[in-house]
Protein backbone atom coordinates (compact mmCIF):
# COMPACT_ATOMS: atom_id res chain seq x y z
CA UNK A 1 0.00 0.00 0.00
CA UNK A 2 1.48 3.29 -1.01
CA UNK A 3 1.93 5.67 1.90
CA UNK A 4 0.65 8.95 -0.49
CA UNK A 5 -2.32 9.11 -2.62
CA UNK A 6 -1.92 9.10 -6.36
CA UNK A 7 -4.94 10.11 -8.66
CA UNK A 8 -5.46 7.60 -11.29
CA UNK A 9 -4.66 10.05 -14.30
CA UNK A 10 -1.69 11.24 -12.87
CA UNK A 11 1.95 10.18 -13.88
CA UNK A 12 4.69 9.15 -11.56
CA UNK A 13 7.84 8.22 -13.06
CA UNK A 14 10.32 5.76 -11.33
CA UNK A 15 12.88 6.00 -9.30
CA UNK A 16 11.52 9.07 -7.47
CA UNK A 17 11.02 9.68 -3.62
CA UNK A 18 8.06 10.93 -2.33
CA UNK A 19 6.66 11.20 1.30
CA UNK A 20 4.34 10.27 3.50
CA UNK A 21 1.24 12.11 3.23
CA UNK A 22 1.52 13.51 -0.48
CA UNK A 23 -1.13 13.74 -2.68
CA UNK A 24 -0.98 14.19 -6.41
CA UNK A 25 -3.59 15.25 -8.09
CA UNK A 26 -5.13 14.90 -11.56
CA UNK A 27 -3.10 15.19 -15.15
CA UNK A 28 -0.12 15.75 -13.34
CA UNK A 29 3.52 14.21 -14.42
CA UNK A 30 6.33 13.32 -11.36
CA UNK A 31 9.60 12.50 -13.11
CA UNK A 32 11.82 10.51 -12.66
CA UNK A 33 14.78 11.67 -9.60
CA UNK A 34 12.77 14.41 -8.24
CA UNK A 35 12.08 14.20 -4.48
CA UNK A 36 9.06 15.32 -2.79
CA UNK A 37 8.69 15.71 0.67
CA UNK A 38 5.75 14.60 3.42
CA UNK A 39 2.65 15.98 2.93
CA UNK A 40 3.41 18.23 -0.24
CA UNK A 41 0.14 18.86 -2.07
CA UNK A 42 0.68 19.03 -6.52
CA UNK A 43 -2.07 20.49 -8.09
CA UNK A 44 -3.99 19.36 -11.05
CA UNK A 45 -1.27 19.49 -14.30
CA UNK A 46 1.41 20.43 -12.36
CA UNK A 47 5.15 18.77 -14.08
CA UNK A 48 7.67 18.18 -11.59
CA UNK A 49 10.67 17.56 -13.74
CA UNK A 50 14.10 15.22 -13.18
CA UNK A 51 16.27 16.25 -9.97
CA UNK A 52 13.71 18.81 -8.70
CA UNK A 53 13.68 19.08 -4.90
CA UNK A 54 10.65 19.88 -2.74
CA UNK A 55 10.75 19.94 1.27
CA UNK A 56 8.00 19.22 3.44
CA UNK A 57 4.39 21.12 3.31
CA UNK A 58 5.24 22.38 -0.06
CA UNK A 59 1.66 23.54 -1.73
CA UNK A 60 1.76 23.54 -5.76
CA UNK A 61 -0.79 24.67 -7.58
CA UNK A 62 -2.75 23.73 -10.43
CA UNK A 63 -1.03 24.16 -13.57
CA UNK A 64 2.75 24.67 -12.53
CA UNK A 65 6.06 24.08 -13.99
CA UNK A 66 8.99 23.25 -11.44
CA UNK A 67 11.92 22.72 -14.25
CA UNK A 68 15.50 20.93 -12.92
CA UNK A 69 17.51 23.01 -11.24
CA UNK A 70 14.24 24.04 -8.73
CA UNK A 71 14.97 23.70 -4.81
CA UNK A 72 11.87 24.42 -3.00
CA UNK A 73 12.22 24.32 1.15
CA UNK A 74 9.77 23.26 3.57
CA UNK A 75 6.22 25.03 3.71
CA UNK A 76 6.51 27.10 0.52
CA UNK A 77 3.48 27.63 -1.37
CA UNK A 78 3.67 27.98 -5.45
CA UNK A 79 0.23 29.91 -6.83
CA UNK A 80 -1.34 29.23 -9.75
CA UNK A 81 -0.10 28.93 -13.36
CA UNK A 82 3.39 30.25 -11.80
CA UNK A 83 6.36 29.17 -13.63
CA UNK A 84 10.14 29.12 -13.02
CA UNK A 85 12.83 28.73 -16.13
CA UNK A 86 16.34 26.74 -15.53
CA UNK A 87 17.76 28.35 -18.63
CA UNK A 88 19.35 32.02 -19.47
CA UNK A 89 19.16 32.22 -23.18
CA UNK A 90 17.66 29.03 -24.72
CA UNK A 91 17.35 28.74 -28.11
CA UNK A 92 15.30 25.58 -29.48
CA UNK A 93 18.18 24.27 -32.02
CA UNK A 94 20.63 24.80 -28.76
CA UNK A 95 20.87 21.52 -25.94
CA UNK A 96 21.65 23.76 -23.02
CA UNK A 97 20.94 20.64 -20.48
CA UNK A 98 24.44 21.39 -18.88
CA UNK A 99 23.44 25.48 -18.73
CA UNK A 100 20.69 24.94 -16.10
CA UNK A 101 20.83 27.23 -12.89
CA UNK A 102 19.70 26.33 -9.84
CA UNK A 103 16.93 28.34 -8.08
CA UNK A 104 16.31 27.93 -4.53
CA UNK A 105 13.39 28.89 -2.62
CA UNK A 106 13.62 29.11 1.05
CA UNK A 107 11.33 28.00 3.76
CA UNK A 108 7.63 29.61 4.16
CA UNK A 109 8.24 31.43 0.87
CA UNK A 110 5.19 32.83 -1.11
CA UNK A 111 5.32 32.89 -4.91
CA UNK A 112 1.65 34.02 -6.59
CA UNK A 113 -0.35 33.29 -9.34
CA UNK A 114 1.43 33.56 -13.06
CA UNK A 115 4.53 34.70 -11.42
CA UNK A 116 7.82 34.02 -13.24
CA UNK A 117 10.84 32.84 -11.86
CA UNK A 118 14.16 33.89 -13.65
CA UNK A 119 16.79 31.06 -13.56
CA UNK A 120 19.59 31.25 -11.33
CA UNK A 121 18.33 33.25 -7.95
CA UNK A 122 17.29 32.67 -4.54
CA UNK A 123 14.19 33.63 -3.15
CA UNK A 124 14.52 34.42 1.05
CA UNK A 125 12.73 32.91 3.96
CA UNK A 126 9.23 33.54 4.14
CA UNK A 127 9.41 36.07 1.23
CA UNK A 128 5.67 37.01 -0.68
CA UNK A 129 6.14 37.62 -4.38
CA UNK A 130 3.05 39.00 -5.78
CA UNK A 131 1.10 37.68 -8.92
CA UNK A 132 2.28 38.30 -11.87
CA UNK A 133 5.72 39.58 -11.00
CA UNK A 134 8.64 38.57 -13.00
CA UNK A 135 11.41 38.01 -10.78
CA UNK A 136 14.97 38.36 -12.02
CA UNK A 137 17.02 38.55 -9.03
CA UNK A 138 17.60 37.64 -5.61
CA UNK A 139 14.74 38.03 -3.04
CA UNK A 140 15.35 39.11 0.60
CA UNK A 141 13.87 36.88 3.62
CA UNK A 142 10.34 38.17 4.31
CA UNK A 143 10.70 40.83 0.82
CA UNK A 144 7.28 41.61 -0.38
CA UNK A 145 7.82 41.95 -4.29
CA UNK A 146 5.51 42.87 -7.30
CA UNK A 147 6.06 44.55 -10.65
CA UNK A 148 7.55 43.14 -13.92
CA UNK A 149 10.74 43.07 -13.46
CA UNK A 150 9.66 42.60 -9.95
CA UNK A 151 10.75 45.32 -7.16
CA UNK A 152 10.59 45.24 -3.26
CA UNK A 153 7.25 47.39 -1.81
CA UNK A 154 7.82 46.25 1.85
CA UNK A 155 8.22 43.45 4.00
CA UNK A 156 6.01 40.69 5.60
CA UNK A 157 5.85 38.42 8.92
CA UNK A 158 5.60 34.66 8.47
CA UNK A 159 2.18 34.67 8.36
CA UNK A 160 1.84 37.22 5.29
CA UNK A 161 1.14 40.32 6.85
CA UNK A 162 2.26 43.34 5.71
CA UNK A 163 4.58 45.03 8.65
CA UNK A 164 4.66 48.58 9.58
CA UNK A 165 8.33 49.37 11.29
CA UNK A 166 7.94 52.01 13.78
CA UNK A 167 11.02 54.81 14.47
CA UNK A 168 12.67 52.03 16.97
CA UNK A 169 12.72 49.55 13.28
CA UNK A 170 10.38 47.43 15.01
CA UNK A 171 6.97 45.92 14.02
CA UNK A 172 4.62 43.49 15.25
CA UNK A 173 2.66 41.00 13.19
CA UNK A 174 -0.93 41.91 14.61
CA UNK A 175 -1.88 38.03 14.27
CA UNK A 176 1.10 36.56 16.02
CA UNK A 177 2.27 38.91 18.27
CA UNK A 178 5.72 38.15 16.54
CA UNK A 179 8.71 41.29 16.02
CA UNK A 180 10.55 41.93 13.54
CA UNK A 181 13.16 44.19 13.77
CA UNK A 182 14.96 46.02 10.50
CA UNK A 183 19.02 46.52 10.29
CA UNK A 184 20.64 47.73 7.43
CA UNK A 185 17.74 47.07 5.08
CA UNK A 186 17.05 42.97 6.35
CA UNK A 187 14.35 42.14 8.64
CA UNK A 188 14.96 39.68 11.71
CA UNK A 189 12.19 38.45 13.95
CA UNK A 190 13.38 38.87 17.12
CA UNK A 191 10.53 37.32 18.95
Known amino acids: ?20 GVKVWHFSHIMAHSIIG ?7 NVVVSPQVMLGKNVKVQNNVSIYTGVICEDDVFLGPSMVFTNVINP ?10 KETLVKKGASIGANATIICGITIGEFAM ?13 YALI ?6 Q ?3 VSEYGHKLAFDAN ?8 NQVYKLIHNHVVKVQ
Not at 38 to 44: D, H, L, R, T
Not at 129 to 141: E, F, L, M, Q, R
Not at 146 to 151: E, Q
Open 38 to 44: ENCNIGQ
Open 91 to 100: RSAIIRKAEY
Open 146 to 151: VGNPAR
Open 153 to 155: MGW
Open 129 to 141: VGAGAVVTKDVKP
Open 1 to 20: MESFFCHETAVIDQPCQIGV
Open 169 to 176: NLATCKES
